[in-house]
Nanobody
């Protein structure tokens, strides 16, 4: 079992920045890939960014150049630095481990 706790969401104006953090606990030594997803009201949950245990990253086209995912393997934390935020980034952001374990989500709201 792996538990994930997200933090760092909030309200920000367009063009601003937020940093999300995800802290895993439990069987963290089994985790390979970690990722961030978001889900806007009435829409499906979508991948935002992914990072493997070797540091290989992948981003959704909509966030490339604006968001950066990073991982501290010693602390087992995964962060998502979000810059140049847009109103369309408004969503609940979820941390995920190995496409199996999910956090409870953290709300990000970007005002225009």
């Amino acid at each position: 079992q792996v538990q994930l706790v997200e933090s760092g969401g909030g309200l920000v104006q367009a063009g601003g920045s937020l940093r999300l953090s995800c802290l895993p606990s439990g069987r963290v030594f089994t985790i390979n890939a970690m990722s961030w997803y978001h889900q806007a009201p009435g829409k499906q949950r979508e991948l935002v960014a992914l990072i493997t245990d070797r540091g290989i990253t992948n981003y959704a086209d909509s966030v490339k150049g604006r968001f950066t995912i990073s991982r501290d393997n010693a602390k087992n934390t995964v962060d998502l630095q979000m810059n140049s935020l847009k109103p369309e980034d408004t969503a609940v952001y979820y941390c995920n481990a190995d496409l199996v374990w999910w956090g409870q989500g953290t709300q990000v709201t970007v005002s225009s």
